[in-house]
């Protein structure tokens, strides 16, 4: 049987499940970059699906920045996920928290649950990133060239660059390796509903959506 688990009211926690049978473990972030809504709303869709499953082992998902969210910004001082090299991640224990910027008390934070449900884990750990692209173009999956990462992202069918995380430093996805989880980041499209597409869950909403679409020629002609 699968339970919603209470992490003590935390904004930051999108959702939390744990099965009880031994699993896997995944970890879902979104909006490590404030202004990137997508993968913290996919979260949300998917937890409100996952709640009617048995689930063997545990999923979390997790807000990156919540206050740079809160105000509809990329980050206040400083890009969140470029904060993660071995070096300033091993600093921060050893820096008193009220010396922290805006970011470094974000990363503190999130990094706690990571590395909570990481210590908690009954089975391999995996950890998605999920991004909002801000750019013109369409939506990709960014992983390391090892067979892990290779077979965790496999199944996405979207397009895939292998070895492009080796090239950037300080992201999330790329230390997150260092801590034996599989990982890979995903850069979904800036598409809003109703602007630029009709999402829909089920079979009669998808139809309502289509329905709307077809009677209405505004609608129609700007998606």
């Known amino acids: 049987m699968t339970q919603p688990l209470s992490l003590g009211g ?111 884990a009954r089975g391999k750990v995996f950890l998605i990133d999920l991004h909002t692209t801000s750019a013109a173009g369409f939506p990709f999956v960014l992983f390391g060239n090892i067979p892990a990462q290779r077979a965790f992202a496999s199944p996405l069918p979207i397009t895939h660059l292998l070895g492009m995380e080796e090239r950037v430093n300080g992201v999330l996805s790329k230390y997150m390796t260092t801590r034996g989880v599989t990982t890979c980041a995903v850069e979904g499209m800036h598409l809003q509903d109703g602007r630029d597409v009709l999402v829909a869950d089920d079979a009669q909403a998808f139809a309502e959506a289509v329905l709307r679409l077809y009677q209405d020629e505004a609608l129609w002609n700007r998606l």
Do not use: C
């Open 10 to 120: 935390d904004e930051r926690v999108i959702g939390h499940l744990r099965g009880e049978g031994a699993g896997p473990t995944l970890i879902i972030v979104g909006s490590i970059h404030g202004n990137e809504d997508a993968g913290t709303v996919a979260a949300q869709r998917v937890f409100a699906h996952l709640q009617k499953q048995a689930l063997h082992g545990e999923v979390l998902a997790l807000i990156g920045n919540m206050a740079a969210k809160r105000l509809d910004v990329r980050y206040q001082v400083k890009d969140l996920n470029r904060q993660w090299t071995p070096e300033l991640v091993n600093s921060l224990p050893g820096r008193l928290p009220d010396l922290d910027d805006a970011e470094d008390a974000e990363q503190r934070a999130l990094l706690h649950h990571i590395e909570s449900a990481i210590g908690r």
